[in-house]
Structures are given as C-alpha cells and as structure tokens.
C-alpha cells in the first residue's frame, strides 16, 4: 500500500497542476487561433485581393494538414523522449513566420494612412 502511495505522490503536486494548465492554455490558444479563422475572412480576403473561395481552401487545406500531421509529430516526440527540439523548431518557425509577415508588411502595406487626394472639377 505504501508503493501505491508512492507512486501517486507526484499525480496531484502543484507541478503536475501547471503542466494541466499549461497545455489547457496552449489548446486555448491553438485552437482559438485555428477556429476564429472565419471571423477574419472577409478582411484578409479584401486585404489580399482573394475570393472567399481560395481563403476557405486555405483553411481547410491547413486543418487537414494539422489533423493528419499530428499522430506523426506526436509519435516522434514520444519516441526520442525529448521533448526541447520540438520546442525548439516551433520558436524558429515563429520567428521565420513574424520575419515573413513583418517583410511583406514593410512592402505591401495593408492600410494606407494617408487620405486621398481630393480631385477639383
């Protein structure tokens, strides 16, 4: 009974709380970003001159990749017990993403801020 108890001490430690509320507020804000894609249709659609056709392609195109990816990426995680690489590669790909879209911000503005010129008849 002693090993028992042992063996559980660790289940319900102030650390194994903050990893449950980690990976609730990481699942937040994945699939908070993934899911509110339609709120944001019709303005990055006008933004870059794409029907609402190629953009809801675009969702669908990257829930599809998500979902069937995930058992993959999962599995090599599990398997080299290494949990930082993934990490790791995910802060690079945040920061190559950001560096992307900063770039394109910087020579394609979205808004312009200065107002039309008023023409005389």
């Known amino acids: 009974m002693a090993e028992t108890a042992n063996q559980n001490a660790g289940i319900d430690s102030p ?25 944001f249709l019709r303005p990055v659609a006008t933004a870059f001159g794409a029907s609402h056709a190629s953009m ?27 949990f930082r690489w993934p990490a790791y590669v995910a802060a690079i790909s945040a920061v190559l993403a950001l560096g992307a879209v900063m770039k394109m911000r910087a020579e394609v503005p979205l808004v312009t801020s200065q107002p039309e010129a008023a023409t005389a008849d």
Do not use: C, K, N
């Open 15 to 39: 650390r194994a709380w903050l990893i449950v509320l980690a990976a609730f507020f990481g699942a937040f804000v994945v699939f908070g970003v993934t899911y509110s894609f339609g709120a």
């Open 56 to 82: 809801s392609a675009l969702f669908a195109t990257m829930t599809v990749l998500s979902q069937f990816v995930a058992p993959f990426t999962g599995e090599l995680v599990d398997s080299t017990h290494d």
